[in-house]
């Protein structure tokens, strides 16, 4: 995507840098806009640096008729404005134009801007500033942030800009198609107790579903995130969470979700069995023999929701395979009334338990695969998203 990145006069200037680099690495083409008093934190030579283009922040200069905005607001698909000051977001709500940033944003067409607002707390929370910040959403301009946390006047609260990495993400989430109504996700482990301290349990981290939750959330999903142990957080305010442990309970809460939802994926790591018997105190080690445990199966979530799965639901499910994988998933794709499966293989080196990434092959009931590379399991939930919603 061609991207001017647009800088005002505050502190988090200085991390306009950044912004522009991490776009650039994901293969964006950027330019820079800045205002006057936006070069007081950064200088021309840094950004004309990292953008590989000139600094537009002169109405005039290089153009004597003062119509470069034209010709940039053409050129640019997307302008982000980072930080947002609340003088630029004022001026843009008054439709004022009176340097070369705040002439180009009054030419860009609302929907092709996204804001990255930060300033002092009190100054966020000004009437005028909200007033001025919905209108411009009104008018189709995105946000992405203000975080929280400790501002450059030294106090804490509202006002942060966001990261560089959440900003450039905001600017995929732009490219990608919306997701609505409620979805279901399972994630994690489940544990089966054995007997007071032990118990049945696997190497699901939750990373994969977590990161399903989230890119369903940030798409515009409403999230029922059920999820086995696990040390995660989820911070998206779309995202409702239920912990459980163990299988049954799992299942207790995914099915009485399910008629409620729109689709669901299922990436927890269910137990197929759990102890006939659970002893509510230590067991005790008997002689030297040996022990024998009775296992009995646990009821499968998956296949329950697809034998329910009425007309509009969306069914997505997992397949963690180890050989014949892709005979395995098309098995479970069909036995078990799905739409989709995505196929993790155990041999594939980065992929499936624990890490930070996976490969997965997305396989649908009608035939179609896709087939991703190894990436983090945040790019990988992205990509399953935005292929079964
Ligand atoms: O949590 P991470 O560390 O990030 O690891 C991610 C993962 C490897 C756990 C994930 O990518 C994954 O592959 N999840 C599915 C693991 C699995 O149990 O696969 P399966 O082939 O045994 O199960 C097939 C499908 O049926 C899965 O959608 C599973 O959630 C579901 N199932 C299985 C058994 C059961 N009793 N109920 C179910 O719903």
Not at 318 to 325: G, I, Q, S
Request: proline share 4%.
């Amino acid at each position: 995507m061609r991207i001017i990145v647009g800088i005002t006069g505050g502190i988090a200037a200085y991390k306009a840098p950044e912004l522009v680099r991490q776009l650039k690495k994901r293969g964006h083409e950027v330019r820079c806009a800045a205002t006057a008093h936006a070069l007081e934190f950064v200088t021309r030579p840094t950004l004309e640096t990292v953008s590989e283009a000139p600094l537009y922040c002169d109405l005039f200069a290089g153009n004597a008729h003062g119509t470069e905005h034209i010709s940039l607001k053409d050129w640019a698909e997307l302008l982000v404005v980072a930080p947002a000051t609340a003088n630029i977001i004022g001026k843009a709500a008054s439709g004022i134009a009176d340097d070369a940033l705040s002439t180009l944003l009054l030419a860009m067409a609302p929907e092709r801007v996204l804001l990255a607002p930060a300033m002092n707390s009190q100054m966020w929370a000004h009437p005028a500033v909200q007033r001025n910040l919905q209108q411009l959403k009104a008018w189709g301009m995105r946000t992405v942030g203000p975080a929280e946390g400790a501002l450059a006047c030294g106090t804490n609260g509202p006002g942060r800009m966001a990261e560089p990495t959440e900003i450039a993400d905001a600017v995929a989430n732009g490219e990608r198609k919306a997701v609505g109504g409620k979805w279901l996700v399972t994630a994690g482990p489940t544990y089966e107790k054995i007997d007071s301290v032990r118990f049945i349990g696997n190497y699901s981290s939750g990373k994969m579903g977590f990161a399903l939750a989230e890119a369903l959330a940030e798409a515009g999903a409403d999230v029922e995130l059920v999820s086995g142990p696990t040390h995660l957080t989820v911070s998206h305010p779309r995202i409702r969470r239920t912990d459980v442990e163990s299988a049954r309970e799992m299942y207790a809460a995914a099915t009485a979700l399910w008629p409620t939802c729109q689709g669901a994926i299922l990436s927890a790591a269910v137990a197929d069995y759990r102890p006939a018997t659970q002893a509510d105190h230590k067991l005790k080690k008997q002689g030297s023999d040996g022990m024998t445990l009775e296992l009995v199966q646990n009821p499968d979530i998956l296949a329950t929701l697809g034998s329910s799965k009425q007309t509009g639901q969306r069914l997505v499910g997992f397949a963690l395979e180890t050989n014949d994988e892709l005979q395995n998933a098309e098995k479970k794709l069909q036995r078990k009334n799905l739409d989709y499966i995505v196929l993790n293989s155990l041999r594939d080196a980065g992929a499936g338990f624990g890490v930070d990434t996976n490969k997965v092959t997305i396989l649908s009931a009608d035939g179609s695969r896709t087939e991703s590379p190894l990436m983090s399991k945040r790019e990988i939930a992205r990509l399953i998203v935005q292929e079964v919603t």
